[in-house]
């Protein structure tokens, strides 16, 4: 049985082993954290190993997961022992020749971004690898990600910007914002997230599902001149592209500075 071991114990890694146990992953998991606390919880709720030493967690890994914060990659791969190991990286922002230069050749990189709503084996993971990595190395990274959601394969280049526009925090920021409007409306609380959560969710779900092109179906939704289109056209006036825009440029300016961390 092969061992997967998480360099990490935090919301993402909890998020992965809830949508693994889902999909009764038949891998052995393993967690490495330094907070006692988390690896207790995470034993509880999932049911894996874990390991509060660094050095023995990496010793047990046919794969690493490396899930820290990425001012937190140094340090932890500069303890990792020298072994010739597969490992992907959940660190924002961290490019694979930042990665490969603190690791030294033993350890061969993938890059990865899974979305929390992996939980629910619903997720999306982008997945870049380095020039080098085998066809067999990218087969167990893609099957493994693949366990809890759909998987892409981007150029690495086209890693930042799918960071800062896959966030499922981008949908549930809206939900709230257009829930708050409805409900200073006239709407009760539950009724307004019910109605604002249809707006966003079941019409993105429509146009994932169908053939139809989000400009067809927004047509389809928006009668000019109706109560829709003038909502929208609104919220345009209004500033909201250039606000979206605005986001995305902050987005990609953190990741930019992670890269050098």
């Not at 509880?44 to 997961?65: G, H, K």
């Not at 085998?134 to 167990?140: E, N």
């Not at 925090?169 to 539950?190: M, Q, V, Y």
Request: aromatic fraction near 4%; hydrophobic fraction near 45%.
């Amino acid at each position: 049985m092969s061992a997967i071991v998480f360099l990490g114990g935090g919301r993402i890694t909890s998020a992965m082993l809830a949508g693994l146990r889902l999909g009764k992953t038949r891998h052995h998991l393993v967690v490495h954290d330094r907070n006692p606390g988390k690896l207790r919880d995470l034993k509880r709720c999932y049911a894996v190993d874990i390991e509060p030493d660094l050095t023995n967690a990496v010793r047990q890994a046919d794969m690493l997961i490396v899930a820290v914060r990425p001012n937190s990659v140094h340090e932890v791969l500069r303890i990792v022992e020298n072994r010739r190991l597969l490992a992907v990286s959940l660190a924002a922002g961290v490019p694979l020749r930042v990665l490969s230069k603190v690791s030294g050749a033993n350890l061969r990189w993938a890059r990865a971004m899974p979305s929390p709503v992996c939980r629910t084996r619903n997720g999306l993971t982008a997945l870049s690898f380095s020039r080098t990595l085998s066809q067999a190395d990218r087969k167990r990274v893609r099957d493994f990600f693949a366990a809890f959601g759909h998987v892409v394969e981007i150029p690495e280049g086209q890693f930042d910007a799918f960071t800062v526009t896959y966030s499922c925090s981008h949908g549930l920021h809206a939900l709230a914002t257009l829930a708050r409007a409805a409900e200073e409306s006239g709407l009760d609380e539950k009724t307004a997230l019910l109605a604002s959560a249809h707006a966003l969710a079941d019409g993105i779900i429509a146009w994932r599902e169908g053939r139809h092109s989000v400009e067809a179906l927004m047509a389809e939704a928006a009668t000019p001149g109706g109560i829709a289109e003038v909502t929208v056209s609104a919220m345009d006036s209004a500033g909201f592209g250039r606000a979206v825009r605005k986001g995305v440029a902050a987005g990609l300016r953190r990741a930019g500075a992670n890269a050098g961390k």
